[in-house]
Nanobody
């Protein structure tokens, strides 16, 4: 099971750090992705991180503003979000990549064991 937290209400230009904590298994064995879904829109991939070498991938929309990291000892993956924009408003989810320990992109169909999500609202 994955549990996301850290969402909230923030003004444009602000920052938030999301956490994705695993229970029942070790996150360190898997590539982990972050996704988001805004009302009326499809779920989109945001970022992922490999387990072996920590390589990362970012969607163009968040590149340079978001940073994904992991602490295998804490069984947690983080998403540090900075310079937040109104368009970043969404429910954010983490999930486990199906097979492979290297991040191979953020296509939702390639992920499983989704958490319940945490709401991020960017508003002035």
């Amino acid at each position: 099971q994955l549990v996301e937290s850290g969402g909230g209400l923030v003004q444009p230009g602000g920052s938030l750090r999301l956490s994705c904590v695993a229970s029942g298994f070790k996150l360190g064995y898997f590539a982990i992705g972050w996704f988001r879904q805004a009302p009326g829109k499809e779920r989109e991939g945001v970022s992922c991180i490999s387990t072996r070498d920590g390589t990362t991938y970012y969607a163009d929309s968040v590149k340079g503003r978001f940073t994904i990291s992991r602490d295998n000892a804490e069984n947690t993956v983080y998403l540090q979000m900075s310079s937040l924009k109104l368009d970043d408003t969404a429910t954010y989810y983490c999930a486990v990549q199906k097979g492979g320990q290297y991040c191979s992109g953020v296509v939702p169909g390639n992920y499983e064991y989704w958490g319940q999500g945490t709401q991020v609202t960017v508003s002035s």
